[in-house]
């Protein structure tokens, strides 16, 4: 679930580094180092999207059968974002610093909280 949410959170920030939004304040070297950086981040195609394939399955897991000694791996499809949202278990892919400390620092100081 994971690369899921990593690979769908990552197309919509191309989607907006290509529609223009983000010349303001990047410039064209930047955005197309930013595309580059999304790019290998959320595991995309060559059309910068997140989809069924085995360059996006190396990061979320193949389907079933995967591999054996003479098998080829099978790309798996991924979740829809709407469905990893709604799960709320992005919430304990350690992106919260401060949630990380109350778990396991409850009886150290914190103070970067």
Known sequence: MKADFQGQIS???????KQGELDQGVSVEDKQILLLALKSWGAFDHNYKYNEGLIASGYRGYAPP??????????SGPLALSDILKSQLWRHFGMS???????????RSAAWI
């Open 11 to 17: 197309e919509l920030l191309a989607k907006v580094a």
């Open 66 to 75: 995967a591999g054996g000694l003479s098998a080829a791996p099978l790309p």
């Open 97 to 107: 610093p401060s949630a990380n400390c109350k778990r396991q620092c409850s009886s």
